[in-house]
């Protein structure tokens, strides 16, 4: 495996030490290799929750282009709406 020097505050390192004293790793090696894992797995997560934002968006933009849209003109005509998404959010969930 490759080997890779880290620098580390006194803080991060007192914390690395502590989960290999705790037992929960056997040595500081699989602290770093869990951490960088679970950064990982954020990072794929996170790209993951901006692909599909990006697909909704493109969504919205098609039903713009199509017409499919509602006008508000008033705050009687926003609470009514935000009252229906409420209302089929809840049925979804159901």
């Known amino acids: 495996m ?3 020097n880290v620098n580390l505050t006194q803080e991060l390192d007192a914390f690395v030490k502590h989960q ?3 037992g929960d790793f056997n040595n500081v090696s699989e602290v770093h290799s869990a951490a960088l894992s ?3 797995k954020q990072e794929e ?3 993951s929750k ?3 934002l990006r697909l909704e968006i493109q969504k919205g933009i098609h ?3 199509g017409g499919r849209y ?3 003109d008033d705050s009687e005509g926003l609470e009514q709406l935000l009252e229906n ?3 089929q959010a809840r049925s979804q969930l159901i």
Do not use: F, H
């Open 70 to 72: 509602t006008t508000i």
């Open 45 to 47: 997560e996170r790209q």
């Open 2 to 4: 490759p080997t890779q």
């Open 63 to 65: 039903d713009m282009e």
């Open 50 to 52: 901006v692909e599909r």
């Open 85 to 87: 998404c409420k209302n």
């Open 20 to 22: 290999v004293e705790s």
């Open 38 to 40: 679970a950064m990982r």
